[in-house]
């Protein structure tokens, strides 16, 4: 009786999995003429139940694929336990995610904020409000998170940063070794509207909510991080500031990606 228990038990629980949903589409965007590659995680859907929604943007030189695999590897257990959907949206090796005014065919702010919104709205059980739908990311896609949730303020209600170039002015070697100027320009002449502090005001009276985070041996990053927290405390603009030992590695990522996944969760919940 007790071994048939147990089978009964590995059963629906593996019933529950296989009605899980790893979903690879080609999502077209109009503003840039072409498909781009998305991942779409669900939970197990029951019929009549609408679920939050998360944008995960991943850093500079990734994939969706990566990210499931090796970035956030526990993202498809997390879609179930925490009923949410995630959507992984490619953002190219070097796009940074802005609305380049150089490559015609990356205008990744817009297709992000915009297009792919649209395009889940329409074809998944998500949760049509800001209260419900979140965007983060790490590295470039940290940057991008940023940018994109603040420009698209009505449409994210939580915006999440993990050991993220918030300051792209002050990249050094980093701005061209990382291509920022093959979609942006040149450091000397970059337009404002890509810098993170351009955002700042619009982030006082958003009513959003911000989760910032970086490695303490994070060389690249942690200054622009620091200085970010800082100018945000100044303005006193409500916001989760957290340091803790890492680099700039996947190591680092994986822990606080699911870490921040965990509080978008509360976030989400009445």
Not at 35 to 62: A, F, M, R, W
Not at 92 to 111: A, G, H, I, M
Request: proline share 4%; glycine share 8%.
């Amino acid at each position: 009786m007790k071994n048939l228990v147990s089978i009964i038990c590995l059963l629906t629980v593996s019933a529950q999995l296989s009605a899980q949903k790893i979903i690879h589409k080609e999502v077209f965007s109009a503003i840039m003429n072409k498909n781009i590659k998305t991942i779409i995680i669900t939970p197990d859907v029951q019929q009549g139940e609408t679920y939050p929604s998360v944008y995960i943007l991943h850093g500079y030189s990734g994939n969706p694929d990566r990210t499931i695999k090796q970035d956030i590897p526990d993202l498809v257990q997390k879609a179930q336990e925490d009923k949410i959907i995630y959507v992984l949206p490619d953002g190219n090796f070097n796009s940074w995610y802005l609305d380049s005014p150089l490559v015609k065919d990356s205008q990744y702010q817009t297709f992000i904020g915009q297009e792919l919104v649209e395009y889940v709205n329409k074809n998944y059980t998500v949760k049509n409000d800001k209260k419900f739908r979140g965007i983060l990311g790490w590295s470039m896609g940290g940057y991008g998170a940023v940018n994109i949730g603040t420009t698209y303020n009505k449409t994210f209600g939580i915006v999440g940063s993990s050991c993220g170039a918030l300051d792209l002015a002050s990249f050094g070697e980093g701005y061209m070794k990382y291509q920022v100027d093959k979609v942006a320009g040149p450091v000397i002449s970059l337009n404002p509207k890509f810098l993170t502090d351009s955002k700042i005001k619009t982030m006082a009276s958003a009513d959003q909510q911000y989760i910032f985070d970086c490695g303490t041996e994070d060389t690249q990053m942690i200054a622009m991080n620091r200085n970010f927290h800082k100018k945000l405390t100044d303005q006193k603009i409500p916001h989760l500031y957290m340091e803790s030992l890492g680099i700039h590695d996947s190591k680092y990522w994986s822990r606080s990606l699911s870490e921040q996944l965990t509080l978008f969760d509360r976030f989400f919940k009445p």
